[in-house]
T-cell receptor, first 112, second 114 residues
Framework: DAKTTQPNSMESNEEEPVHLPCNHSTISGTDYIHWYRQLPSQGPEYVIHGLTSNVNNRMASLAIAEDRKSSTLILHRATLRDAAVYYCILRDVDIGAGKSTFGDGTTLTVKP | NAGVMQNPRHLVRRRGQEARLRCSPMKGHSHVYWYRQLPEEGLKFMVYLQKENIIDESGMPKERFSAEFPKEGPSILRIQQVVRGDSAAYFC????????????FGPGTRLTVL
């Protein structure tokens, strides 16, 4: 599996934007970039995914580098409820491809 | 549409006993994944199943662990002769047969081995 590298932790102030980086230099042409987050004592929750173009949804935005070797998850206005571990993973576009490798993720702390 | 359901949410077993963890995927989902999360660590893939088939079990320990996803009923992760090192949160995820390969996770089962 192609691996991803994320900072262990980041801090943000409430109401400010947060940029969570992810490096995936060995990404293949058929890998989608997915982001999940895990709140304390809960299962992971899907956030967003993309292939080549930047993506926006109600939760966040995903900015993908032109060479696809890195991406950034953008939370436009952090709230206390956004405090979680954020995972960046690569997943093959082939629907038959199974497992995903979750790294240790980035622990986001939001300060009031 | 109910999400992925897992039961029990908490399970306590003594060393040597068996643990059975159940996962009911979202309606219409035919693919199930099991992950294990040790305390303070990320999720580790264990096994990927479709109905009545194991597709990828490369993350499963070779002994004591087994998984099934029968034609009818939930997916079962079975751990025989549990040891303290099996204490972890076990998450199940499901997805439909087609789509962007997005997985929907259940709330997890927290196994404690005494």
């Amino acid at each position: 599996d192609a691996k991803t590298t994320q900072p262990n932790s980041m801090e943000s102030n409430e109401e400010e934007p947060v940029h969570l980086p992810c490096n995936h230099s060995t990404i293949s042409g058929t890998d989608y970039i997915h982001w999940y987050r895990q709140l304390p004592s809960q299962g992971p929750e899907y956030v967003i995914h993309g292939l080549t173009s930047n993506v926006n949804n109600r939760m966040a935005s995903l900015a993908i580098a032109e060479d696809r070797k890195s991406s950034t998850l953008i939370l436009h206005r952090a709230t206390l409820r956004d405090a979680a571990v954020y995972y960046c993973i690569l997943r093959d576009v082939d629907i038959g491809a199974g497992k995903s490798t979750f790294g240790d993720g980035t622990t986001l702390t939001v300060k009031p | 549409n109910a999400g992925v359901m897992q039961n029990p949410r908490h399970l306590v077993r003594r060393r040597g006993q068996e643990a059975r963890l159940r996962c009911s995927p979202m309606k219409g989902h035919s693919h199930v994944y099991w992950y294990r999360q040790l305390p303070e660590e990320g999720l580790k893939f264990m096994v990927y199943l479709q109905k009545e088939n194991i597709i990828d079990e490369s993350g499963m320990p070779k002994e004591r662990f087994s998984a099934e996803f029968p034609k009818e009923g939930p997916s079962i992760l079975r751990i025989q002769q549990v040891v303290r090192g099996d204490s972890a949160a076990y998450f199940c995820a499901s997805r439909p047969a087609s789509g962007p390969n997005e997985q929907f996770f259940g709330p997890g089962t927290r196994l404690t081995v005494l």
